[in-house]
């Protein structure tokens, strides 16, 4: 690996005569690790836990995730060591949250481990600005089957304008990647100081424009996959000065290897088992005196619905926590709780994932949702389900047509290992595959 000059210079600088050994980490395989959703019970991919989140697992080896159907069926999901460490943040400082917004959210780790350790009637908004990557974001927090979550698509100054509307809000920045360089090369040729400088304004921005959003005394966490200081410190004394917050602190000392700065906690791939990170806590102070982050857009007409409760209440677990409603002729769980809040936020922003869809109307028809399938509020009693073996699991996921001659007619849910996958509907001597047509696999297996 051969690393820029002015990057090993500035390590140097920061390391000290610990360099030797982080450029060393930096030559070693990069680990694998997963985190264990709480859909499934026993299910230990391995002996070896992540020392600071107790659903994450290192791997021995990387596998072929794709190949695997439990991966397809949100068992699990693949995410970076270093990074689970936001689950010791929420258990210290949002185990009372109500509302969090994770801003940065593509592809989707942050959010699908806030809607594991958050309280179980949060309401999590999971945003990503880019398009492609929203829709990717989408895909995992569908499959993680979380009810309690919105899938927004905007730029972060439209959360400004959401006044004192979250009671935390994680910003995972768009960075300078350092942190990759021993997993992705193009980091490393990307790599400038024009970059890093460019990262730390855009950082600031994204962080100025969200800030209305967040109430007096909320929370900030704030993180990057980098190493250098502008991005990192720099930025969290800014927050700190010219936004109005502080720095909080908490107890590492059981964790070996977690380097705490000034601002935040350091994770080095020569100390801990895992790639380079930066995460920070803060609270934003009472009474500050800041810029509106920008002029609210008007509201899009909210759309009629009409109350489905008595059809599809069958359908889900705890049917009273749950509002179904049916919204352009689609039916929709909304956690009561949250009702207000989700049917609000669905008229202001392009939502991908709002509630849990149930089915959707075609004609007479109610075609049961994808959506529904992966949702941990499913009542599987209420359908058909028919158990797979492997071969039939991987002809399903590339939505190729598969028969069941021995099972009823009409929706049913296919399973693998007692996960559902997914509907088809059969027809007896064949049946029309229901996967997501933009999810399925497309590579030869």
């Not at 185990?95 to 309401?123: I, R």
């Not at 304004?201 to 007096?216: A, P, T």
């Amino acid at each position: 690996m051969i690393l820029p000059e002015l990057f090993v210079e500035r390590t140097k600088f920061l390391l000290g005569e610990e360099y030797p050994d982080f450029e060393e980490a930096l030559g070693s395989l990069s680990p694998v690790s997963v985190r264990v959703n709480d859909k499934i019970d026993g299910y230990d991919p391995s002996d070896e836990k992540v020392p600071w989140c107790d659903s994450g697992f290192y791997l021995a080896e990387r596998p072929l995730f794709t190949a695997d159907p439990l991966f397809h069926a949100g068992v699990y999901y693949v995410q970076e060591a270093s990074s689970m460490f936001l689950k010791q943040v929420v258990d210290v400082f949002l185990k009372d949250a109500e509302k969090v917004l994770d801003l940065c959210a593509a592809p989707g780790g942050k959010s699908t481990l806030l809607l594991q350790y958050l309280p179980d009637d949060a309401l999590l908004v999971s945003n990503e600005f880019v398009r492609s990557r929203a829709m990717i974001l989408a895909e995992n927090i569908i499959k993680w089957g979380h009810p309690n979550v919105v899938v927004t698509n905007h730029a972060p100054e439209t959360f400004g304008v959401m006044s004192a509307f979250f009671d935390a809000v994680v910003v995972d920045a768009p960075c300078s990647g350092e942190g990759m360089f021993r997993k992705d090369a193009g980091a490393i040729s990307e790599w400038s100081m024009q970059n890093v400088q460019q990262c730390a304004i855009r950082q600031k921005s994204i962080l100025h424009h969200v800030w209305d959003g967040l109430k007096d005394g909320g929370i900030l966490v704030y993180s990057t996959c980098t190493y250098n200081k502008e991005e990192n410190e720099e930025n969290v004394a800014w927050v700190c000065r010219e936004l109005g917050a502080s720095c909080l602190k908490m107890d590492i000392s059981h964790f070996e290897g977690i380097v705490e700065s000034a601002y935040g906690y350091r994770f080095y791939p020569h100390k801990i088992k895992g790639e380079g990170f930066f995460i920070s806590i803060l609270k934003k102070n009472a009474s500050t005196n800041y810029v509106k982050s920008g002029k609210s857009k008007k509201n899009k007409q909210i759309e009629k619905y009409t109350d489905r409760s008595g059809d599809f209440r069958h359908q889900i677990l705890h049917p009273g926590d749950f509002e179904i409603k049916e919204i352009n002729r689609q039916i929709i769980a909304f956690p009561t709780k949250h009702l207000t809040d989700c049917l609000e936020l669905n008229a202001k922003l392009n939502c991908l994932v709002n509630g849990v869809m149930l089915a959707e109307l075609k004609g007479k028809d109610a075609v049961s949702a994808h959506q529904l399938a992966l949702s941990k509020i499913m009542n599987r009693t209420a359908f058909e389900c028919v158990e797979v073996d492997y071969k039939t699991a991987v002809a399903y996921l590339k939505r190729e047509s598969i028969v069941l001659p021995e099972v009823n007619q009409g929706y049913v849910l296919i399973c693998y290992k007692q996960q559902a996958l997914g509907w088809v509907k059969n027809l007896g001597n064949r049946s029309n595959n229901l996967y997501p047509q933009h999810w399925r696999i497309r590579m030869h297996l």
